[in-house]
Nanobody, 127 residues
């Protein structure tokens, strides 16, 4: 049974940092795209970052320069380092894994193309 488990969320003041972790079990995702999405209350789930199959990374414009995604294949874990946090970053953050590599480049931004999801971890940034 495949599981993705996020951790590392919490309450932080604006300008602070958090590091989210997403530990996978049940199969190895070292060659799969691993994405991060977030959902704020009353809003749709939105793309945050992805590590592509090639290892290349994409970021949403709203987090570019502040967030960094990385992966540790030995631990089957991906991370999202979040710096200079803003109140508008407040959301539940989800990691996701995608099995199929044969999709368009823009598909990385589409939550519907991901096959496995974690339960989410709450990030709250106070002003």
């Amino acid at each position: 049974q495949v599981q993705l488990v996020e951790s590392g969320g919490g309450l932080v003041q604006a300008g602070g940092s958090l590091r989210l972790s997403c530990a996978a079990s049940g199969r190895t995702f070292s060659t799969n795209a691993m994405g991060w999405f977030r959902q704020a209350p009353g809003k749709e789930r939105e793309f945050v970052a992805v590590i592509r199959e090639s290892g290349g990374k994409l970021y949403a414009d709203s987090v570019k320069g502040r967030f960094t995604s990385s992966r540790d294949n030995g631990k089957n874990t991906v991370y999202l380092q979040m710096n200079s946090l803003k109140p508008e970053d407040t959301a539940v953050y989800y990691c996701a894994a995608r099995l199929s590599p044969y999709l368009s480049g823009t598909s990385y931004y589409d939550a519907g193309t991901y096959d496995y999801w974690g339960q989410g971890t709450q990030v709250t940034v106070s002003s």
